[in-house]
């Protein structure tokens, strides 16, 4: 989904990510979320990737939503596989928790901050 262009992907998901806040679109900002958690998995920034993975999980349960269509379906579990691969079991867990309890507003401007 990414065609190998993780840093144009990963600033236009994080631009998007004010409107999504502002519509209150909870699929828009998971589905957001998934693509920023995707690249960064591709650039290497595998605690931040699960972090994200924890957060858009967190959120989607609280909503009692499940990945919509395949393709997102198929990208969620791309990058977690990529993730564990390369990560320590301990490592991934304690990534992917603390996304799970993250602030989402605290979460959103560590995103936005990110250049």
């Known amino acids: 989904m990414l065609g190998g262009r ?8 994080r631009e998007s990510l004010g409107l999504v806040r502002e519509l209150r679109d909870v699929f828009a900002l998971i589905h957001s979320l998934l693509m920023i958690a995707a690249a960064a998995e591709l650039q290497g920034d ?23 269509d395949s393709l997102s379906h198929e990208v969620r579990q791309r990058t977690e596989r990529a993730l564990r691969a390369r990560m320590p079991v301990e490592l991934f867990s304690d990534a992917y928790s603390a996304g799970g309890q993250a602030e ?6 560590s995103i936005r901050a990110l250049a």
């Open 46 to 68: 595998d605690v931040g990737a699960a972090r994200l993975l924890g957060a858009l999980d967190a959120m989607a349960a609280t909503a009692g939503m499940t990945t919509a």
């Open 6 to 13: 993780a840093d144009e992907a990963f600033t236009a998901a």
């Open 104 to 109: 989402i507003d605290a979460l959103l401007d």
